[in-house]
């Protein structure tokens, strides 16, 4: 052989190599990573879902108004709790209409929302809205923290090594991008699959890569460990890449905190107008009082910290404007992921985009199978371990949307009043996800994917409806308000359940593809052979 032949064949064992890891790491985690996709994807509008989902709060506007929107909640926080020894006031903005704050006392950590227009107390329903997703996208929520974020880092790492290694198989990929064969069965499952890979191709390997630096210290934490040895070195590091402040102790001397809004004023002259992000403030009303005005974290393409720290009397102690090249790097990353920066235009790119990776896996997943049915003699009777696969497939996609739609029917549905009412919410996604995944054994795999495809199209095409009914800002009403969140939420949930119609219906007309002709004359002479050979026997 010569040399070419010789490197043609290495080239061929290589790409055989990594087909075969590509498979593997790409089913072994495919129903989480699928799940982390779709949680995430929904994640980059997650204060939006989270406004839809408190419908009771009218859409503020207190946008352009930073300094007198402080200094109102900070005397609003000095009647909720005067006794707390700090304070943490997350400032409104053009995609949250609250005011989120917090305070400790006594070793107790509470929350509440706050009128920014007012300054008072607000009265909602309990949910944990958008944040919910938020979370479930990387710690699964019942998971203990560390062991959550630990499985998800493992399968981020899995889905790093499937693209490296699904670019490597697929040496024509960029070509097999404007390649689409309808109703070919496996090649259109594969082309789907091939043209959404390259379509997201490095925003995939951007988010995957960038959501294993962010949590690189639990993953490896050696280095970290090694280098910053004692408490005062840890604590430093932490400041590079967090906007913590360590409080001071109280000296027990009473004195009134200096004027808020004046330290807000001064730190949107540096940074621009609707800046400021959070407040935090350490022994209020004491002598050792600290102030921490932190820099928003939207406009901005690193996530790194910026704020002013202010004493009691209002004096600026420091200003931290910049971190180490590690750090930033991290805090760019940090933004890439998250894409809070983003104006609306990119964030939708995000939201499609990652929408189009969340597809990749589940065609990944559903080709595996397709794949495999079609070697079989009678692709209606598969073996165990392939059942088990294509049941779980169904669960993890059409179950998923039956289970996130589920959460949103129950923040419709569930008493205002209800005890524990957030809880139950998160209950009912769990209990109704594991109920499509007893449908989809109980039930022929076909018939599963079609039913559970109509129902989530239906739950997701209801959804405005209800919303219309049980509450007074439904789609027709914040039309006319020229309401844009809430507006926007519910022609997603349309548009979300017109393609699970679409997919329900193009199940439905599929009709498995038989075995070539070719291919079926070859078994036939194959067995053939076998009855002579056994005769001759």
């Known amino acids: 052989m010569n040399a070419g032949g010789k490197t043609a064949t290495k080239a061929r064992s290589l790409r055989q190599a990594m087909s075969d890891l590509h498979i593997w790491v790409g ?135 499937a693209i490296i290694s699904g670019v490597i198989v697929h040496k024509k990929i960029f070509t097999d991008f404007f390649t689409f064969r309808w109703g070919k069965g496996q090649g259109s499952w594969l082309d789907a699959h091939n043209a959404l890979a390259v379509f997201g191709l490095p925003f995939h390997i951007m988010v995957t890569y960038s959501g294993l630096v962010i949590l690189m210290q639990l993953y490896m934490p050696w280095g970290s460990a090694m280098a910053f040895e004692t408490a005062a070195e840890r604590q430093r590091l932490t400041a590079e890449i967090a906007p913590i402040v360590p409080p001071s102790k109280p000296r027990g001397e009473q004195v009134e905190l200096a004027n808020i809004a004046s330290m807000v004023r001064l730190a949107e002259a540096r940074w621009g107008q609707d800046q400021v992000g959070r407040l935090l403030i350490s022994n209020p009303d004491d002598a050792a009082a600290k102030v921490v005005v932190i820099r928003d974290e ?143 054994l109980a039930r022929p795999a076909k018939t599963a994917w079609i039913e559970q495809l109509w129902f989530g199209a239906a739950a997701l095409l209801l959804l405005p409806a209800l919303g219309a009914a049980t509450t007074d800002r439904g789609l027709v009403s914040s039309l006319s308000a020229s309401d844009w969140v809430f507006v926007g939420v519910d022609l997603t949930l349309l548009a979300l359940g017109g393609l699970h119609a679409w997919m329900a219906m193009a199940v439905l007309r599929h009709k498995p593809m038989r075995r070539r002709a070719k291919q079926e004359a070859s078994d036939d002479v194959a067995h053939q052979a076998n009855i002579r050979d056994v005769a001759a026997t």
């Not at 995609?95 to 007012?118: I, M």
């Not at 598969?382 to 993890?396: D, F």
């Open 27 to 161: 089913l072994l985690p495919g129903w989480i990573l699928y799940a982390m996709f779709l949680t995430g994807t929904v994640s980059y509008f997650r204060d939006e879902l989270s406004q839809w989902m408190r419908p009771e709060l009218p859409a503020y506007t207190a946008v352009g108004q930073g300094p007198v929107v402080a200094g109102r909640l900070t005397s609003a926080m000095r009647e909720i709790a005067p006794r707390a020894s700090a304070w943490s006031i997350g400032m409104p903005n053009e995609r949250t209409n609250v005011a989120a704050v917090s305070w400790l006392s006594a070793s107790t950590f509470q929350s509440a929302d706050l009128n920014p227009v007012t300054g008072e107390r607000l009265t909602v329903r309990q949910t944990r809205g958008g944040d919910f997703f938020y979370a479930f996208h990387y710690q699964f929520h019942y998971m203990p923290r560390h062991v959550g974020r630990l499985l998800a880092g493992l399968c981020g790492m899995f889905m790093l090594v």
């Open 298 to 440: 939207a406009g901005r393409a690193s996530n790194s910290p910026q704020y002013l720290l202010f004493d009691a009397t209002g004096k600026l102690i420091r200003a931290k404007v910049r971190v180490g090249p590690a750090a930033e790097v991290h805090g760019v990353l940090y933004a890439l992921h998250l894409g809070r920066f983003a104006d609306y235009v990119t964030r939708w790119l995000y939201f499609l985009v990652s929408l189009a990776g969340t597809a990749m896996v589940g065609t990944g997943l559903v080709l595996w199978v397709v794949k495999r049915k079609q070697r079989l003699p009678d692709h209606e009777r598969p073996h165990v371990g392939l059942r088990l696969v294509e049941k779980l497939n169904i669960a993890s996609i059409g179950g998923l949307s039956i289970a996130m739609a589920a959460f949103l029917w129950a923040n419709r549905l569930l008493p205002a009043h209800l005890p524990g009412r957030s809880a139950w919410e998160i209950h009912i996604f769990f209990i109704v996800w594991a109920v499509t995944f007893a449908h989809a």
